[in-house]
Nanobody
Framework: QAQLVETGGGSVQAGGSLRLSCALS????????MAWFRQTPGKERERITS????????VYADSVKGRFIISQDEAKNAVYLQMDRLQPEDTGMYYC?????????????????WGQGTQVTVFS
């Protein structure tokens, strides 16, 4: 059974950086969409970035554009989220997700496999 395992996260002062990792196991790291979602209390889970494995089509939410970068390492079946210039409004639970086809949906319903989530807290 396919599985996603996330690592990273933590607490950081505003202006700092964090890096999240997400490893996909028991499923070929090809022809899928990998995404990062963020959820804050009282709000819906929001897609902040997504990318196709072995492809382009990387997109970012306006709220993170220019500060966050998604990257992938096919050899490790992993995607990463480098988060720079973090702000308190970036605080939330971050989830890695997989959509098992060659398109990246905006909403969480398109994604069939989820990581366990990792907390990111940015304090001022």
């Amino acid at each position: 059974q396919a599985q996603l395992v996330e690592t990273g996260g933590g607490s950081v002062q505003a202006g700092g950086s964090l890096r999240l990792s997400c490893a996909l196991s028991r499923y070929p790291f090809v022809r899928v969409c990998m995404a990062w979602f963020r959820q804050t209390p009282g709000k819906e889970r929001e897609r902040i970035t997504s990318t196709l494995t072995r492809g382009a089509s990387t997109v970012y939410a306006d709220s993170v554009k220019g500060r966050f970068i998604i990257s992938q390492d096919e050899a490790k079946n992993a995607v990463y989220l480098q988060m720079d210039r973090l702000q308190p409004e970036d605080t939330g639970m971050y989830y890695c997700a997989v959509q098992f086809d060659r398109s990246c949906g905006m909403g969480p319903d398109s994604y069939r496999l989820w990581g366990q989530g990792t907390q990111v807290t940015v304090f001022s």
